[in-house]
């Protein structure tokens, strides 16, 4: 059986992973939680290892113009945003589960 998910319920965040398996942290700027809480409907796989981890901790983005986490700025609101890393679908639940991020 396969639960539907509503995308629009889906709010991007902040989160912090360390593999169970083999204890590597890591940062992400694309973790998806139901609107109005901070639990990751989707984990990400450990680069190392391959293992699937959810976040041991989230948090809203940070506004990269103003630092604030609710602002006003109509600009991009990422975190630790580089252009040099882009997002690894190849590692993500959610774009495996045919949902992509970007």
């Not at 940062?27 to 998806?32: A, K, L, P, W």
């Not at 006003?72 to 993500?92: E, F, G, S, V, Y």
């Amino acid at each position: 059986m396969r639960i539907l998910i509503n995308m629009s319920d889906l709010g991007r965040m902040y989160g912090y992973f360390r593999c169970s398996s083999c204890r590597k942290t890591w940062e992400s700027s694309h973790v998806y939680c139901t609107q109005g809480s901070f639990q990751a409907k989707y984990g990400q796989e450990c680069k190392s290892c391959r293992v699937i981890c959810m976040p041991y901790r989230v948090e809203k983005l940070k506004c990269s113009i103003c630092g604030q986490h609710d602002c006003n700025c109509q600009r991009n609101k990422d975190k630790h945003t580089d252009p040099n890393k882009p997002h690894r679908a190849d590692l993500c639940a959610k774009c495996q589960a045919g949902y992509p991020c970007a």
